[in-house]
């Protein structure tokens, strides 16, 4: 299309960038490194720092937590062939667990062929909670405070400037009346629009300065001032289509929606289902340097939301025989403030990402949740996981019996055929092959 010797604009070669690969696993970690970072447009000290397996230094360590005495690094891994919303992208997972990262790029693959994901974020509206105790009149109280809510907006704006000038800021009020052990209480909400940041610093500063005119106004007092992770306003919907033929045949999407179907009717089975989703989910909010606990607390408070708890995600059959897929939860990231601007790490996972807002993240977040839970039940429900998790157990009890190199694979390829991936095997096989 371009004669040689023509100029590409920047636009069109990012337009062009693909995040399909196939034997992305083969090329070694410095090979992986070398295409991400020529995928991401990485300097040569970020694709270095990359590899570097070690890049938090003990100063910024320091400064993150309390005392610190050292770091607990896990692998970062890459999620490949992701489409979404027309968009390729390669995607950073940090987990500790086997098997997931090629889940998610497989399950990415089959959905690739229907077009890939398409994804919408809510706007990112947070909630943070007063708790106004010692009301005579309770009703009243809900009466004066929607009466002032106005007047509450404006100083909870007050407090935070930047973020107003972003766009962003205090948007509504409203209580609540809750019956306890304790009396009646009156709980009010204050919304807040938090742009690209999770959101938790600057709905609690808005809260704490709200105690006292809340106080004022009712005549009680305010306990506590905190925001809820049931960021049931800040919800993100991921779906895709995955063709019968990439799946196995239509027995296999019958099979995958009677798994699922045992998990829409079954709390144990839900509660496993929805693991299977966090497991893509947490590991990109930890790569990113975010908030996980806020994000499965999140998470599971809305599973539960209509008094059950379910699963995150539906699937069913559509009339031409392929599997669609559904996921919906709260996704309360950010890309400002917090590790995600301090962890070198995090910040070249970002960068890698090539993410915009803290929406277009969760849009990623929940469509490697999708893909996630989509390989898991399509492995439960077709060969069993085990087959696939053990090929990836067993090279990890090789490597803890002394293996290096390619005597890795060799011990971990006679244990899943003898099918006995034990320490113990692993020792006498690796005796053997050193003996020969
Ligand atoms: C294991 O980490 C996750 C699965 O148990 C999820 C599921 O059962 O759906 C395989």
Redesign the pocket.
């Known amino acids: 299309m371009f004669a040689a010797g023509f100029y590409i604009p920047a636009a069109i070669i990012r337009r062009m960038k693909t995040s399909e690969f196939s034997g992305f696993y083969k090329l070694g970690v410095s090979g992986r490194a070398r295409e991400v970072a020529e995928f991401a447009g990485l300097s040569p000290e970020e694709e270095k720092a990359l590899q570097s397996f070690s890049p938090l230094d003990a100063a910024t360590a320091d400064r993150m937590i309390e005392n610190v005495v050292g770091c607990m690094p896990l692998p970062l891994g890459i999620a490949v062939n992701f489409r979404i919303n027309g968009k390729d992208y390669l995607v950073p997972m940090a987990i500790e ?1 086997p098997s997931v990262v090629a889940a998610a790029s497989n399950s990415a693959k089959m959905a690739r062929a229907k077009g890939g994901f398409t994804a919408r974020a809510m706007p990112p509206l947070m909630i943070g909670q007063m708790q106004v105790i010692g009301l005579k009149d309770v009703e009243g109280a809900v009466r004066r405070v929607l009466a002032e809510k106005k007047r509450l907006l404006e100083l909870a704006n007050a407090c935070d400037p930047v973020l107003v000038k972003f766009g962003g800021g205090a948007r509504d009020v409203e209580a609540r009346v809750i019956e306890t052990n304790a009396g009646k209480m009156l709980i009010v909400h204050l919304i807040v629009d938090v742009r690209d940041a999770m959101g938790a610093n600057a709905v609690n500063t808005m809260c704490e300065s709200l105690a006292a005119p809340v106080e004022e106004i009712t005549g009680g007092n305010v306990l506590l001032k905190i925001l809820t992770n049931l960021a049931n306003m800040r919800t993100v919907k991921a779906s895709a289509t995955f063709a019968k033929e990439a799946l196995g045949g239509e027995d296999a999407v019958d099979r995958i929606v009677l798994a699922y179907q045992f998990a829409a009717n079954d709390i144990f089975r839900a509660t ?2 929805n ?2 989703i966090m ?1 893509g989910v947490d590991a990109v909010v930890l790569a990113t340097g975010n908030d996980w606990r806020a994000v499965e607390a999140g998470a599971h408070a809305f599973a539960s939301i209509t008094g059950r708890y379910k699963p995150l995600t539906i699937f069913w059959k559509n009339s031409d025989g392929d599997l669609e897929g559904v996921l919906e939860m709260p996704l309360a990231v950010g890309l400002v403030g917090g590790a995600t601007k301090t962890h070198p790490v995090a910040k070249l996972a970002v960068k890698i990402l090539g993410v915009k807002t803290a929406g277009e993240l969760a849009e990623v977040i929940a469509s490697v949740g999708l893909a996630q ?1 989509l390989a ?2 399509r492995a ?1 429900a077709t060969e069993g ?1 085990q087959r696939g998790h053990m090929g990836l157990h067993a090279r990890n009890i090789a490597i803890a019996a002394g293996a290096t190199g390619e005597l890795i694979d060799k011990v971990a390829a006679r244990m899943v055929e003898e099918r006995k991936v034990r320490a113990d095997r692993a020792k006498e096989i690796l005796d053997e092959l050193v003996k020969r």
């Open positions: 667990e496993t289902h693991k299977g497991n839970n898991a039940i439960l996981i």
